[in-house]
């Protein structure tokens, strides 16, 4: 019983505290009485400029060609066009020969299932799958200008992004 005696003395403790601390009452100085004016400066202060500098309003394919174009001559060869896709390729073919072969190709999926694979019997249990599952992305930032942020769009498997 005394536990509420205290709390509701603690409260009307904190209710009257704040009256003090935030009211508004007669005796108080307006805020702009207590506020002293800025010190004048010596040098002269440049003004501001009206609107803010823009960026450069590059769309996204723009951007995307720009990335393509390495000598940049304004025009994609097909060389600088495929050489993403020769990158890739390069980094999955293991042995060097120009091939791809099943287990080349799918070097990351049976790694992940010769890993996930605990008891070594050649099958995934449903407790040793649940390990295989990708990460989950976190969602997206919206725009605080109501304005919805464009969803991303999932890379094809086993193909890197554009560069």
């Not at 019983?1 to 508004?24: D, E, I, K, P």
């Not at 803010?52 to 590059?58: C, F, G, L, N, S």
């Not at 790694?111 to 989950?136: H, Q």
């Amino acid at each position: 019983m005394w536990r509420y005696a205290v709390g509701a003395g603690a409260a009307l403790l904190l209710a009257f505290g704040g009256f003090l601390l935030f009211g508004r009452g007669p005796a108080r100085t307006p805020l702009a009485a207590v506020l002293q004016p800025a010190p004048a400066t010596a040098g002269a202060v440049t003004p501001l400029p009206d609107a803010a500098p823009e960026a450069d309003a590059k769309t996204r394919e723009q951007k995307r060609f720009d990335r393509y174009d390495k000598d940049r001559n304004d025009a994609v060869s097909r060389d600088e066009y495929f050489a993403a896709r020769h990158k890739a390729f390069a980094r999955l073919d293991t042995n060097g020969d120009g091939r791809l072969s099943f287990e080349e190709w799918a070097a990351k999926s049976i790694a992940k299932f010769t890993g996930a694979d605990a008891d070594k019997s050649g099958t995934l249990t449903r407790t040793e799958f649940t390990t295989t599952a990708p990460p989950r992305r976190a969602p997206s930032a919206r725009c605080a200008c109501g304005k919805p942020a464009p969803a991303p769009t999932p890379a094809a498997k086993g193909e890197d992004e554009d560069n």
